[in-house]
């Protein structure tokens, strides 16, 4: 695996590429990589002949107090994980490479609906930075193919409605999400999570299955369910960001139409923020 931090470097290594008749695949990460970042590697391998990551913590996704400075960083762990999953070229720009004129003074990419709500709620300009990170990434790379985890599935959203409406020549892919064995969906920042507070972890999951099985079951009083969930979410250890019912197709408010659902939620266990979401197909 070739590992590089110059633009012009990896757009040669790229044309090589090309020039040899290899498709292209890119998966984005922040890096700290877990078995959820290395099951987009071996699905890129199995789509493409030349698999390109990236490594970058995106400055412009973090709000001003969230963990920009303490975010895991594990770059050689990292670079050993890559290679032994059949990664091709990794790519580590730093933030001079990105944002050559500062953050404050870099055009924004911003995709209006499915950005609101939910993460997007939360967190005021997250997906503004994504968006745009995503966007010069894909530029950069120019691959024929990007593939994202499922667990981020607003982003996803983001993402794919970017590509669509700019008519970016990508197809995007999402990875199911990848659980650890009580249930736990793998994020970086379950490292975050003392002993105590990775026991109880797998709650949210849990709860959130039991509410799945109830809206199965014909149960449509969703205030009540809601409110029903928060009350078991917090006798965990939690604290709800929130939890929906949204149209899996469209991420639009779920409407008695709809039959692919998905139920998305977020919570607090301690400091440390964790999403998850189930798909219901009704």
């Given at each position: 695996?070739?590992?590089?931090?110059?633009?012009?470097?990896?757009?040669?290594?790229?044309?090589?590429?090309?020039?040899?008749?290899?498709?292209?695949?890119?998966?984005?990460?922040?890096?700290?990589?877990?078995?959820?970042?290395?099951?987009?590697?071996?699905?890129?391998?199995?789509?493409?002949?030349?698999?390109?990551?990236?490594?970058?913590?995106?400055?412009?996704?973090?709000?001003?107090?969230?963990?920009?400075?303490?975010?895991?960083?594990?770059?050689?762990?990292?670079?050993?994980?890559?290679?032994?999953?059949?990664?091709?070229?990794?790519?580590?720009?730093?933030?001079?490479?990105?944002?050559?004129?500062?953050?404050?003074?870099?055009?924004?990419?911003?995709?209006?609906?499915?950005?609101?709500?939910?993460?997007?709620?939360?967190?005021?300009?997250?997906?503004?930075?994504?968006?745009?990170?995503?966007?010069?990434?894909?530029?950069?790379?120019?691959?024929?193919?990007?593939?994202?985890?499922?667990?981020?599935?607003?982003?996803?959203?983001?993402?794919?409605?970017?590509?669509?409406?700019?008519?970016?020549?990508?197809?995007?892919?999402?990875?199911?999400?990848?659980?650890?064995?009580?249930?736990?969906?793998?994020?970086?920042?379950?490292?975050?999570?003392?002993?105590?507070?990775?026991?109880?972890?797998?709650?949210?999951?849990?709860?959130?299955?039991?509410?799945?099985?109830?809206?199965?079951?014909?149960?449509?009083?969703?205030?009540?369910?809601?409110?029903?969930?928060?009350?078991?979410?917090?006798?965990?250890?939690?604290?709800?960001?929130?939890?929906?019912?949204?149209?899996?197709?469209?991420?639009?408010?779920?409407?008695?139409?709809?039959?692919?659902?998905?139920?998305?939620?977020?919570a607090y266990l301690g400091s440390t923020r964790l999403i998850d979401n189930l798909i219901i197909d009704l």
């Amino acid at each position: 695996m070739k590992t590089l931090n110059n633009l012009q470097q990896l757009r040669d290594t790229i044309a090589e590429a090309r020039q040899a008749g290899q498709s292209i695949a890119l998966v984005p990460t922040m890096g700290n990589l877990h078995a959820g970042h290395i099951a987009l590697i071996k699905q890129a391998v199995e789509r493409a002949d030349c698999v390109v990551a990236s490594i970058f913590v995106n400055p412009l996704q973090f709000g001003a107090n969230e963990d920009l400075d303490s975010y895991p960083r594990t770059l050689e762990a990292d670079q050993s994980k890559l290679q032994e999953a059949g990664c091709n070229l990794l790519f580590i720009p730093d933030a001079q490479t990105i944002y050559p004129h500062g953050m404050e003074q870099h055009t924004l990419v911003s995709v209006p609906g499915v950005s609101t709500g939910l993460c997007g709620g939360s967190r005021p300009g997250h997906f503004d930075g994504v968006a745009t990170v995503v966007c010069k990434l894909l530029n950069m790379v120019q691959p024929d193919i990007a593939l994202f985890g499922e667990k981020d599935f607003q982003q996803l959203a983001v993402i794919r409605k970017m590509v669509a409406d700019l008519n970016i020549p990508v197809q995007v892919f999402g990875v199911p999400i990848v659980r650890d064995h009580d249930g736990l969906a793998l994020s970086s920042r379950n490292g975050y999570l003392s002993a105590p507070q990775r026991a109880n972890a797998p709650a949210l999951h849990q709860c959130m299955q039991t509410l799945k099985a109830k809206i199965i079951t014909g149960d449509r009083d969703y205030p009540a369910l809601f409110a029903q969930f928060n009350s078991e979410l917090n006798a965990a250890g939690f604290r709800l960001d929130y939890i929906e019912l949204r149209d899996a197709l469209t991420l639009e408010k779920a409407d008695l139409a709809s039959t692919q659902l998905i139920l998305l939620a977020a919570a607090y266990l301690g400091s440390t923020r964790l999403i998850d979401n189930l798909i219901i197909d009704l």
